[in-house]
T-cell receptor, first 113, second 114 residues
Framework: AQTVTQSQPEMSVQEAETVTLSCTYDTSENNYYLFWYKQPPSRQMILVIRQEAYKQQNATENRFSVNFQKAAKSFSLKISDSQLGDTAMYFCAFSGSARQLTFGSGTQLTVLP | DGGITQSPKYLFRKEGQNVTLSCEQNLNHDAMYWYRQDPGQGLRLIYYSQIVNDFQKGDIAEGYSVSREKKESFPLTVTSAQKNPTAFYLC?????????????FGPGTRLTVL
């Protein structure tokens, strides 16, 4: 079974600064996908970014980018130029051959004005 | 607009009562999922369905039941056998044909047992 670990329950960052959220996972599979989801105070889950394990290039979506280290089974999310609207719970998730999503416990990010 | 709707947004239940949470999608997605979210924890899978008239238990199915009679609908019943049902419930859907399982979520239902 896969496991996803987010070791930072809470983090804060000043507006316009950069912050990195950590995620590690454990799997014996070689082909899989990793996701970061955002859950703002409205509690609506929103996909932030997706990474295919067979791609060495790190995914980027505007201010959001990942650092994917397959050998280390690490998948961190970097948010540049943080904005107040980035305040949310962020979940790392794994999807493998079973086509199920396994979620980490989340990191509550607060962007400070 | 295409999307996933869940109703009601807030639900109160007395102990010993069954209650059904609604989930409807008009995205033409084949697969649908139910998750439970508790404070300080990630989402845990209750049940999922890849096609109509078929569904499988997830990690925490005890005390819950589902049906999938229509592609668009996947209601979840929280039975009196569920010992601690107070939680936030999220429904999601995805396309089976995609290589990756990107799931789209509804707005959730907050269930409180009185």
């Amino acid at each position: 079974a896969q496991t996803v670990t987010q070791s930072q329950p809470e983090m804060s960052v000043q507006e316009a600064e950069t912050v990195t959220l950590s995620c590690t996972y454990d799997t014996s599979e070689n082909n899989y996908y990793l996701f970061w989801y955002k859950q703002p105070p409205s509690r609506q889950m929103i996909l932030v970014i997706r990474q295919e394990a067979y791609k060495q290039q790190n995914a980027t979506e505007n201010r959001f980018s990942v650092n994917f280290q397959k050998a280390a089974k690490s998948f961190s999310l970097k948010i540049s130029d943080s904005q107040l609207g980035d305040t949310a719970m962020y979940f790392c998730a794994f999807s493998g051959s079973a086509r199920q999503l396994t979620f980490g416990s989340g990191t509550q990010l607060t962007v400070l004005p | 607009d295409g999307g996933i709707t869940q109703s009601p947004k807030y639900l109160f239940r007395k102990e010993g009562q069954n209650v059904t949470l609604s989930c409807e999608q008009n995205l033409n997605h084949d697969a649908m999922y139910w998750y439970r979210q508790d404070p300080g924890q990630g989402l845990r899978l209750i049940y999922y369905s890849q096609i109509v008239n078929d569904f499988q238990k997830g990690d925490i199915a005890e005390g819950y039941s589902v049906s999938r009679e229509k592609k668009e609908s996947f209601p979840l019943t929280v039975t009196s056998a569920q010992k601690n049902p107070t939680a936030f419930y999220l429904c999601a859907s995805s396309i089976n044909e995609r290589e990756y399982n990107e799931q789209f979520f509804g707005p959730g239902t907050r269930l409180t047992v009185l």
